[in-house]
């Protein structure tokens, strides 16, 4: 959980989304791509702003280098595809390969942020005007594709985010395809929604994906085309078609509409731990709930997201009361 401990540079987060990107290497030669540059009219962090989309150190999907960019194989409209981004003085350096190449450089603003709004938010809490004041680079990504994010998120569910990333890695892995052009070794784009319907319930079981989430997955990826028409909604829209589906209630909906849509005001709602974060930050109150949470986030109506991406971003987070939960995996039954 992002804020709960000093960034180390190998280190990523989920909730808060940071992701510190390294400088100073060049970058090796690479085979020439669909290119595109954009000059940005803000500061951006890039590690900031494109951190909640990498699951876990080693997400097959998602890869910071030595010289600064960030890569991300994902499966677009058109096709699978690659994409480099890197800021150069002020500029957005991107370079693309593969059918979807197009498609993710005509994405690439929004993906930076470029339909986000912080002008609209106002700090009702010195904690969070402090953070606020230190991140100027952080605006709300979005990356105009649901599925990606919806189907990470369900892994997710009930379980410690180290099992959810494992089983991302392996299924990445093993049912996804060699992402384009000259991407760092062993990156991979998603399955298709076809193959996620394909896949086996042993690799479900070996990957520790128990059959709930399993099924949730399945009864998602057979109406994909339907769920990605959720990016031309508005947030709340958007979470009400997404929770049609028997699995997706408003925990996974939010956490894919914050990535998807960039929705500054979708709360995670039934998280194990964000209340009392929340709680402890903005009122002392480690036991607070939900009901709680969204009391103290009131005064941020509208941009309640941004607000809570700001208090796990602060590090102010109640001190353990207990061990870290043990991570289990049920592919050893």
Do not use: C
Not at 132 to 141: D, I, Q
Not at 143 to 168: C, F, H, N
Not at 271 to 277: N, S, V
């Amino acid at each position: 959980m992002a804020g709960r401990f000093p960034l180390r540079p190998t280190s990523t987060t989920v909730r808060g989304g940071d992701v510190v990107v390294p400088g100073g290497v060049p970058r090796p030669a690479m085979a020439p791509g669909r290119r595109r540059s954009w000059a940005l009219p803000w500061p951006l962090d890039l590690g900031l702003v494109l951190g909640p989309l990498r699951r876990g150190p080693g997400d097959p999907t998602f890869r910071t280098t030595p010289d600064g960019s960030v890569w991300r194989a994902s499966r677009t409209p058109t096709g699978p595809g690659t994409l480099r981004v890197a800021l150069r003085s002020g500029v957005a350096e991107a370079e693309a390969w593969g059918p979807g190449a197009e498609w993710l450089l005509h994405q690439l603003p929004e993906m930076l942020g470029a339909l986000d709004d912080p002008a609209a938010f106002a700090p009702r809490h010195r904690l969070v005007a402090l953070t606020w004041k230190r991140r100027p680079g952080l605006r709300l990504t979005r990356t105009g594709l649901v599925m990606e994010s919806l189907i990470p998120s369900v892994l997710e569910q009930k379980v410690t985010t180290d099992e959810a990333y494992r089983a991302w890695r392996l299924l990445v892995r093993k049912f996804g395809e060699p992402a384009p052009g000259p991407a760092p070794a062993r990156m991979h784009v998603m399955p298709a929604p076809r193959t996620w319907a394909l896949i086996p319930s042993w690799e479900w079981h070996r990957a520790g994906v128990d059959n709930k989430r399993a099924s949730t997955i399945l009864r998602a990826v057979r109406v994909a085309a339907r769920l990605e028409e959720a990016t031309g909604m508005e947030a709340a829209a958007a979470q009400a078609r997404l929770e049609v589906v028997p699995g997706i209630g408003p925990w996974t909906s939010a956490e894919t509409v914050q990535r998807s849509l960039g929705a500054a005001d979708s709360v995670t709602v039934g998280d194990l731990h964000l209340p009392g974060i929340v709680g402890y930050a903005l009122a002392g109150d480690r036991n607070a709930d939900d009901e709680v949470m969204l009391s103290l986030l009131e005064p941020y109506a509208g941009q309640r997201h941004r607000a809570a991406r700001l208090i796990l971003l602060s590090g102010s987070a109640p001190p353990r009361r207990a061990p870290k939960m043990r991570r289990g995996d049920i592919g050893r039954l």
